[in-house]
């Protein structure tokens, strides 16, 4: 891993990703972080590696098939780790198209653009010689494989079923990834994540909305009765199997990654009003969401038994951290909720 392209770098797991290979690898020449900056990109969240010579930015749109080619015939990226993704269950459910666009066609550029620039023999539908060491890993989600029941756990071989528009927008693009694996021998690998807590999420997901909205006091919006079950994973926990995968991974294949941590929403919303030391009084059960997906858990055996990856945080370390990051970056909040950041973008780079 010398030249590494990292979409969706702005994003809340992607600036989380840039910061953890720039401070824990040796190996990196070059990184470059390729985001539109939509309202979920933030150059805020990387002020402090933004001078570091191994970084650069590329402002960009992933379906832009020629901006993308000359990416890869500028900087010669031997690793691919895509982020970018329009990535809220909740605006999938009133604006699909977008994410059908960015989430499918977004991908299939990439692959493209990844495919050509390193196929040693470009014209020859047959060939499946590659550069040696390339590798293209697509960030996907558990939400692929739809909701459980109140037992059992997703594991790699279960059919795919997605429920929203969201994640039937990941689980195309999973299945466009692995025709290229199978088809072109692209060396591919797939990664499915359960829900990241951490550092610099928008404030439009659970525990960043939460969050905010009890230390502003107002009302804590839980979909329908709060028992939907998800398995938190620590965004750090996160880049670290990301990494784990790059560096040993089996080509061709998909590693499920998810923290061991299964709380109910509700549970999760009480523990940060404890901590906040705001009444439970705000909590307000509002109407569920369309097609809510009941319970998410995944099952860890694959990476941890052949990769060696395990999730180091617990949730109670996780979220003392994370809450205190959120009381630490008041000035962070107020940007990304009010829309000044988007007037720092266009100072820095126009509109
Ligand atoms: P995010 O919404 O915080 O960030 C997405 C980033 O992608 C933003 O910086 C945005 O500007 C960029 N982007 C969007 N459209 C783009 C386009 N057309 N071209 C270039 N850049 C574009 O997302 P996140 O929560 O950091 O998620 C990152 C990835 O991880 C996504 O692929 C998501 O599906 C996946 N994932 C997220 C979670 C989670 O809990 N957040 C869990 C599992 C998987
Ligand atoms: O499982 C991985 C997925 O986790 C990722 O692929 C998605 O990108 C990410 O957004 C996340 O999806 P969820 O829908 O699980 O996350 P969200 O934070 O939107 O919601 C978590 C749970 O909390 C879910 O059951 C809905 C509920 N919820 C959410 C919001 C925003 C509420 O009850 N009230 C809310 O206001």
Same mark, same amino acid.
């Given at each position: 891993m010398k030249n590494i392209l990292v979409t969706g770098g702005a994003g809340f797991i992607g600036s989380n990703f840039v910061h953890y290979v720039l401070q824990t690898r040796d190996d990196i020449q070059r990184l470059v972080n390729y985001d539109l900056l939509t309202y979920a990109g933030n150059l805020e969240n990387l002020k402090d590696i933004e001078k570091d010579? !191994?970084?650069?930015?590329? !402002?960009? +749109?992933? !379906? +832009? !098939?020629?901006? /993308?080619?000359?990416?890869?015939?500028?900087? +010669?990226? +031997?690793?691919?780790?895509?982020?970018?993704?329009?990535?809220? /269950?909740d605006r999938s459910i009133t604006e699909p198209e977008v994410f059908l666009t960015t989430n499918v066609m977004g991908t299939q550029t990439l692959l493209d653009a990844a495919k050509d620039h390193w196929k040693l023999a470009p014209e020859d539908k047959y060939s499946r010689e590659y550069k040696p060491g390339v590798r293209y890993l697509q960030v996907s989600t558990d939400e692929v494989y739809g909701a459980l029941g109140k037992t059992g756990m997703f594991t790699e071989t279960m059919p795919l079923a997605p429920n929203s528009p969201y994640s039937a927008s990941k689980a195309g693009a999973d299945m466009v990834v692995r025709a290229y694996g199978s088809t072109y021998g692209l060396p591919v690998n797939i990664t499915r994540c359960s829900n990241n807590y951490g550092p610099c999420q928008f404030p439009e997901k659970l525990i960043p909305l939460m969050i905010h909205n009890a230390l502003g006091d107002k009302a804590l919006p839980v979909y329908g009765d709060g028992m939907q079950i998800r398995d938190w994973l620590h965004v750090k926990d996160h880049c670290a199997a990301i990494c784990a995968v790059l560096d040993r991974g089996r080509v061709g294949e998909v590693y499920n990654i998810g923290g061991n941590n299964e709380k109910a929403n509700l549970d999760i919303v009480r523990l940060i009003l404890s901590a906040l030391d705001k009444p439970e009084s705000l909590i307000a059960h509002v109407a569920d969401r369309p097609g809510h997906d009941r319970r998410y858990a995944i099952d860890n055996g694959k990476i941890t038994s052949e990769l060696g990856w395990k999730p180091e945080y617990t949730f109670e370390q996780g979220m003392t951290e994370t809450i205190q990051w959120y009381l630490d970056h008041p000035a962070w909040v107020e940007h990304v909720t009010s829309g000044a950041y988007r007037n720092y973008y266009k100072r820095m780079y126009g509109s």
């Open positions: 010579p !191994r970084y650069t930015f590329a !402002r960009g +749109d992933i !379906r +832009d !098939r020629k901006a /993308v080619k000359e990416l890869f015939n500028e900087y +010669d990226f +031997d690793t691919v780790v895509h982020f970018a993704a329009e990535s809220h /269950v």
